[in-house]
């Protein structure tokens, strides 16, 4: 037997992603499949992890963190429907690999991260990749710095969206996410202001990795 294991083959690894997950489950943006075929999703998890990067399931990258499973940031991408030159921010970066797959759809970029090692991680993956920002601070504030923002994913599952991030959508813009609640239906949503708010839509059934700081602090029941 071999001493080691041979390296996966990414390149043949992505256009298996592409094809085996994303165009069968109503993917159809060409530029988000363009730029999941493109973009070496292997470089946005640690090292040991590279293996697992095409993986049909989330991949770990912290002991609280995970990076979404490709189909549902395809579909979530998908239905943000970036367009070029809208000013975006992702909440959640994470290692940056949705950051980076809006900004080949054409969106220009803010990044935003909390956790200092997916920082580490995020800034060396995203070297090279234009149209991306990337910034330190706590998700539930959003980044007002750039604000408003036509497009605001929440990259991960949150209780409910947060007002303070939501506050910091155009009036003509969107926010995109997935809402879990503790027992129950699981659901992408689409966010859009309205007289009274945030409009939120339920708009297909998906699971996502949770944000730990979007989630209320458990409560203690006697």
Known sequence: MPDTIPAPDY???RHFMVDGQLRPS??????????MRA???ENFVPPAMAPLAYIDGDVRLTPTRSMMKPLVLARLVQLAAPRAGEMALVVGAGSGYGAAILAACGAQVTALEEDSALCELAGRALR???GVTLVHGPLAEGWPAA??????????SVHAVPERIGRQVAQT???????????????AVLAEPSVGGLAVRPMFDAVAPKLPSLW???SFAF
């Open 216 to 218: 209320p602090a458990p």
């Open 173 to 187: 813009g969107r926010l995109v996410t997935v809402v879990a609640q503790e027992a129950g239906r699981s659901a």
């Open 26 to 35: 109503k993917v159809t943006d060409p530029r988000v499949i363009a730029a």
């Open 11 to 13: 390149q043949v690894a």
């Open 147 to 156: 604000a408003p923002y036509d497009l605001i994913v929440i990259e991960g």
């Open 128 to 130: 090279g990749v234009a």
């Open 39 to 41: 973009l070496p999703r």
